[in-house]
């Protein structure tokens, strides 16, 4: 089992990723804004399902590279830390653009919103990176069985994402309206989310000098 420091420390970095603007939010916030709170928790409930897939593929693909590569830590730390400094200059550069934009769209069935929540976590490159070249660093193969760890930590993110993400669906529409008028607070949001995802990139490039 991962210990304490480490179920926190990656509860934080899914924390950051799940309020980082990408695909996962934009659908769930459009469909939330367009169809009824309703429509944005089912979406959500065929992102899970993603989430899942990804945590079970990702936990039995770890287990076999680090028994096989040992030294994959180093490479899989950088390509991570370097990953979270592009998602932070998305975040803070220029022009950026919030997901709470208020847009018309066609109402959709429940299972097309399931279906279509499904397959946008799916060909999500930001979750893929996260498990692929993130989770792999809060692993200790000190501490117990690879696979198992894998679980727990992927159970971690899958908690604080569809927790998060419910939150914004059903408050999607309340803060689009808000936020509509207030382009300083847009602009808060993505300076805080950048801030947030540089900081982490840096703390993992110190913590891979240091071990």
């Known amino acids: 089992m991962p210990d304490i420091e480490h179920l ?3 509860a934080l970095l899914a924390l950051g990723f799940v309020l980082t603007p990408g695909p996962n939010m934009i659908y769930l916030v459009s469909r939330s804004i367009s169809q009824g709170p309703m429509a944005g928790l089912v979406s959500l409930a065929g992102v899970a399902l993603g989430f899942v897939v990804y945590m079970v593929c990702a936990a039995f693909g770890i287990t076999a590279l680090l028994m096989a590569v040992p030294y994959t830590y180093d490479a899989l730390r950088v390509g991570g830390a370097l990953y979270l400094l592009y998602l932070g200059w998305q975040a803070l550069r220029p022009g950026g653009r919030s997901p709470f ?10 299972r097309k919103l399931f279906a279509m929540g499904f397959l946008t976590n799916l060909l999500n490159p930001k979750i893929a990176v996260m498990y692929l070249s993130l989770l792999p660093q809060f692993i200790d193969p000190g501490r117990g069985e690879v696979l198992a760890q894998s ?3 992927g159970s971690v993110q899958i908690a604080v994402s569809i ?28 300076w805080l989310m950048g801030t ?11 913590d891979g000098r240091k071990s």
Do not use: C, E, H, Y
Request: no cysteine.
């Open 8 to 10: 926190f420390a990656f």
């Open 101 to 110: 934009q208020v847009r018309s769209l066609p109402k959709d069935s429940a």
């Open 151 to 153: 679980l727990v930590l």
């Open 163 to 190: 927790s998060v993400n419910a939150l914004i669906a059903l408050l999607a529409g309340s803060v689009a309206t808000m936020l509509a008028g207030r382009p300083t607070w847009q602009l808060v949001q993505r």
């Open 196 to 206: 947030v995802l540089v900081g982490l990139a840096v703390k993992l490039a110190v």
